[in-house]
């Protein structure tokens, strides 16, 4: 690591303002970079920047074109607040909008606006476009010619207009859920269509998904759409649907640069990047922000930011790009070997812990903050309808909230009295004090302490 006095700054260019280019501006100013963002929509914000106008109904029912935002209406976080801030900013409640733990997606907007810049020559690029906008279709025998209406997730925003309707939803990750469970309360008929039935199943939220909804159905894989409105699945069993909505997926897109075939995108693999960060052949010019999916936003986004800032000031260096090259095809190597598919070369599952203190100094997670983390995505995958308004955490994570600041202070736990203890006739092991739940009240929900 280099010296202050050695660093060097350098004139760079953001492009996007979402949750990633904002980390990466911040990041860099903090280096002392000149910095200028360049953002194609109204504002900053990226997917939070909500759009209600899709035209699902018009020229672009598949999303292919335009709009930016996949979010929909009814969009609430799926990782809890107290692990979306910035590392100097907490993602804290304000008192006038959404208090929760996982707030609605237009909260989450409401904390992260900033101002627009915009400037022509750069010494440096970083690309933090997203991943989320470019809607992935399966290619399914019938699908053109399917006159019927079809749409992807991205273009999704209200159920309004599936009242009465049969709907299939195809893809069952966390939007397909989160949609099929939304549109089942108000369409005669959902079928949720699982590329593996069996794979669906491996959780306990699909259980309970079709245990409430009894107009809820999985089915396997939609095998061919038929001109009448019949959709016949990989299983020989077929329904008549008015609707079919695509969940599955983005494609990574990059229309705008120009590498010389420096970089590629096959399959949702962008090539090669050490860390999913740098080209090596064009490092250190030429950065990317933001490509990995599966892990903690925004703080893996502000370490990546803050290396980025670091390696263009000089302050950090980077490895040959050699070996870089050999990381980065390693890496890949490695994915493979596990049966990774390609599409999910970015699919991270990690806190990154170790790369972001090595690489550039940012903090590790406290014990209760991972633990919050794991325990929701513990719970979403238990029951998908209810984590988020009925998550109980551990006393680790209660405490962690309270010396944080998140819930009040709490009474410390009192012995339970005589009169609490209850006594379980079908115990083998004897008398036993059952554990009293200690619920803190506070402004995100109840914490269970116990
Ligand atoms: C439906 C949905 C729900 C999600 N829920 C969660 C959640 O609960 N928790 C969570 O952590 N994550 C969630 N995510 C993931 C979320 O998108 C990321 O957490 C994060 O917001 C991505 O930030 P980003 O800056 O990489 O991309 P984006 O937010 O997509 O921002 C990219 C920006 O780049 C701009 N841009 C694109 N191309 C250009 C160009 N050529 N020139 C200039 N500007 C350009 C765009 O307009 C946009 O403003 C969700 C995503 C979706 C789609």
Known sequence: ??????????????????????????????????????????????????????????????????????????LRLITPRETMGFSDFPFRPTGDGDARRFPCHAEFLRSRRGEVETEEVFDAVVVAVGNYSQPRLPSIDGMDTWRRRQLHSHSYRVPDSFDGEGVVVVGCNVSGKDIALELCRIAMEVHISARSTEEAMATPAMSKMLARHGNLHLRPLIARLCEDGTAVFADGSRVVADAVVYCTGYNYSYPFLGTGGKVTVD????????????????????????????????????????????????????????????????????????????????????????????????????????????????????????????????????????????????????????????????????????????????????????
């Open 1 to 74: 690591m280099a010296s202050d006095s050695s660093t060097k700054k350098v004139k760079v260019c953001v492009v996007g303002a979402g949750v990633a280019g904002l980390a990466a501006a911040r990041e860099l100013r903090r280096e002392g970079h000149d910095v200028a963002v360049l953002e194609q929509a109204g504002g900053v914000g990226g997917q939070w920047l909500y759009e209600e106008d899709t035209a699902i109904d018009g020229t672009d029912p598949l999303g292919v074109a335009g709009v930016h935002s996949s979010v929909y209406a009814s």
């Open 267 to 450: 399959d949702n693999r962008v090539g090669p990047l050490y860390e999913h960060v740098f080209p090596p052949e064009l490092a250190p010019s030429l950065s990317f922000l933001g490509i990995p999916a599966m892990v903690v936003v925004p703080r893996f986004y502000e370490a990546k930011a803050r290396w980025v800032a670091q390696v263009l000031s000089g302050r950090r260096e980077l490895s040959p790009a050699g070996e870089m090259l050999r990381a980065a095809e390693e890496y890949v190597r490695g994915r493979e070997a596990a049966g990774v598919e390609k599409r999910r070369t970015h699919d991270v599952f990690d806190l990154g812990e170790e790369f972001c203190e090595c690489s550039c100094g940012f903090p590790r997670l406290e014990e209760w903050t991972k633990e919050l983390i794991w325990s929701s995505i513990n719970a979403m995958l238990d029951d998908v309808e209810a984590f988020r308004d009925d998550f109980h955490g551990t006393e680790l994570v209660a405490d962690g909230l309270r010396r944080h600041g998140w819930i009040q202070l709490a009474p410390a736990p009192q012995p339970p009295h005589l009169e609490d203890i209850d006594v379980d006739d079908d115990n083998e092991e004897g008398l036993q004090p059952v554990q009293t739940n200690q619920t803190v009240a506070s402004p995100l929900g109840l914490i269970n302490s116990a």
